[in-house]
């Protein structure tokens, strides 16, 4: 018995699908050249995917038999037939992709190019057919939802590992649809994304806002805008701001540009006059405007503006109002008496008397024993005088009521994976039976009431740090793993703990119901619950 050899087989190529099949003609012959039937052969392959139709096959009356085996991955199979006398020969079968059923997947690979017309975009095409194998040579048409985009090449040939780069350039700065289409109908789109090219950016300044009062407060608004060399909005630019007096005040020391490339820049002052603003680019680009400012006519005036109210009545805590005073001309007037009074009899105010600074401002601090609303009278020299009003709270609140909004909520979780959750919705008030104002901070903990039961598995989907709303509630949802009673407790800032302990989690009965039972095991029959 002597080996084959690649003359005396006939090979036939079979698509990597696990389905299709290649086919090897064994031919055996003795030492005299006559054909040997009804020999048993063996047979083995060195692939851990290959499946042989038998692994056992026995030679016809003209000495040969037909061995086939499918494959699912795109490889060079060898075939080993052996004779029972040890003999043995060996030939390799070739398995390729499935162009039919071939799928692509768009990568980024470089993004976020300038939109300058030169730099380019990268995006990695992989294709695969239906058993994950690489299709190699297979033509993908490529275009884009751009008019402005230029793609490198309108198609591709994918490699031996089935990719192939996607290159596009643009000057505009956007976001493209690329598509890539394969031969098959199958398509496959992404994003591709162009920004504005900082380095060529250039600013404008134009006015909105001009010839505001000169009281400090009062703003100019200017609208600066950046634009590339292609006329691109620069957006996320740190543009650097500043004047020429030393009397204005810039809202910002710096502005960052939005996505259409502008940014507001706010100025105000104290003096009547022309100043120059400059709005600096990184890249070493300038602009220059004017602003203007006037003086106010009328004569002058207090404005009071409460900088903190709403004060906890503890005889410590302090409501604070500033005053500004302003001249005919709506400049600051330092070194002016304010004499402050107050409604209450119980507010401690201090000062009781203020003197204006530099900027024409003072304030006054009161505090009170009293959960009342208190009228801050300011009076000038001059008798022109203001009032203000500041209100005191108290500083004790406790649960008046609670409510079940939603229970026996199924115990699943975690939070996030659409389980069910209860909620309870609490009522603070007063000692003398006032809701709370919103904003109270009140903290929220849970447990169940059996100690056997971890409370590990509760977790609260509002927060465990919550505050009163405008009807002094709050509602505390949570969720949980394990049935039981939940007990709630809720402590308000400054106030007293109150627990509820009529919430409770169950779980539903389930019922399985056997379908369909012993099917075979050919991975095909299903069993069915």
């Given amino acids: 018995i002597t080996n084959l050899s690649d003359t005396n087989c006939l090979e036939i190529q079979g698509a990597s699908l696990g389905i299709a099949q290649d086919s090897v003609e064994d031919w055996i012959k003795d030492d005299k050249g006559n054909a040997l039937g009804d020999v048993p052969l063996s047979v083995t392959t060195d692939s851990a995917t290959a499946i042989l139709a038998t692994q056992n096959v026995i030679t016809g009356k003209d000495g040969k038999a037909l061995v086939y085996f499918s494959d699912t991955v795109v490889e060079t199979v060898i075939l080993t037939i052996k004779l029972d006398n040890g003999l043995s020969a060996k030939i390799d079968s070739h398995f390729i992709a499935d162009n039919n059923n071939a799928t692509a997947t768009l990568t980024a690979v470089t993004d976020n190019s300038v939109a300058d017309g030169v730099a380019r975009n990268q995006h990695k095409l992989q294709v695969l057919d239906g058993k994950g194998n690489a299709v190699s040579g297979m033509s993908v048409a490529l275009s ?52 504005a090219d900082n380095n060529s950016a250039t600013v404008t300044l134009t006015t909105v806002t001009d010839n505001s009062v000169a009281d400090g407060v009062a703003q100019n608004q200017h609208k600066l805008q950046v634009l590339d060399g292609k006329g691109n909005a620069v957006s996320g630019m740190s543009v650097a701001l500043s004047s020429s007096s030393t009397s204005a005040v810039l809202a910002e020391s710096s502005v ?39 003086a106010d006519n009328n004569s002058a005036t207090v404005t009071l503006t409460t900088v903190t109210d709403n004060s906890v009545a503890d005889g410590v805590k ?5 005053v500004l005073v302003l001249d005919g001309k709506n400049n600051p007037v330092s070194g002016v008496n304010v004499t402050f009074t107050s409604s209450s009899t119980t507010a401690i105010l201090v000062p009781v008397k203020g003197v204006t600074d530099i900027t024409g401002k003072t304030s006054v601090s009161l505090s009170n024993t009293v959960d009342e609303k208190v009228t801050i009278t300011a009076t000038l020299d001059n008798g022109i005088a203001k009032g203000q009003i500041v209100t005191f709270i108290h500083n004790i609140y406790k649960v008046a009521s609670y409510i079940t909004l939603s229970d026996l909520a199924m115990p699943r979780g975690p939070v996030g994976d659409g389980a069910e959750y209860n909620t309870t919705q609490f009522l603070l008030q007063d000692s003398v ?34 505050v009163t709303d405008s009807n002094g509630q709050i509602k505390v949802s949570y969720a949980g793993i394990s049935q039981g009673v939940v007990i709630i407790t ?40």
């Fill in 144 to 195: 884009s939802s751009s008019t402005s985009a230029v793609l490198a090449e309108s198609s591709v040939i994918t490699a031996a590992d089935g990719t192939a780069m996607v290159s596009v350039s643009n000057t505009v700065a956007e976001t493209l649809l690329l598509t890539a289409a394969l031969g098959n109908g199958q398509t496959v789109n992404g994003d591709s994304h162009f920004i």
């Fill in 256 to 294: 960052i540009t939005a996505a259409d490339g502008t940014a507001m820049v706010s100025v105000s002052n104290t003096v009547a006059e022309t100043l120059l603003l400059t709005a600096a680019l990184g890249n070493g680009q300038t602009v220059n405007g004017d602003s203007h400012f006037i």
């Fill in 318 to 322: 302090q409501n604070k109002i500033d």
């Fill in 433 to 466: 039976g006032i809701p709370a104002p919103a904003g109270v901070k009140v903290a929220v903990s849970l447990a169940y009431k059996s100690a056997q039961t971890p409370n590990a598995g509760l977790t609260l989907i509002t927060p465990a740090t919550d």
């Fill in 490 to 529: 809720v402590t308000p800032e400054n106030g007293v703990s109150f627990t509820a302990e009529n919430t409770r989690l169950s779980i539903p009965s389930l019922n399985i119901t056997v379908i369909k039972n012993g099917a075979k095991a050919n991975s095909k029959d299903k069993n069915s619950l």
